[in-house]
């Protein structure tokens, strides 16, 4: 196991990665990931389910892909500012690394962003930053779903 990508015994009680993926082969590799750095996480395979399970649970940081079916990354981020109003990181997960797609990450409500396919160093100094910053958790108990 690498060391050198470890997280703090505080913040692995304390902290839980919701994973937004519909390619069963990227999940399997976030999973393997997040699981090595032994951090807690949830895999939802569309923006939908993400956001009904939003709606139940609150999650310190969000790994959101964004070609999905049903509803995809931007769609879904959206809906978690505009009417969940959650505040929760959510770090982009671009297919294309263009600046027009990296671009409408940001403008959507989205942190960050990452490119496929994911590389583990900089997907752990991303989360070093959000997680860090992650003080509260916090729940959409009240947002109706109308997406
Ligand atoms: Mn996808």
Redesign the pocket.
Known sequence: MNTEFSFSPEIKDRITVLVV???LL?QKLDSFILNNWGLKHEICSNGLKAIQRLQQKSFDVILM????PELNGYDATRFIREELKLTTPVIG?T?HATAGEKEKCLLIGMNNYISKPINEAELHELFSVYLSLSHSSETAETAELKV
Do not use: L
Request: a negative charge; proline letters at 0%.
């Open positions: 993926e519909d390619n990227n892909d964004i070609q999905m997960i297919a």
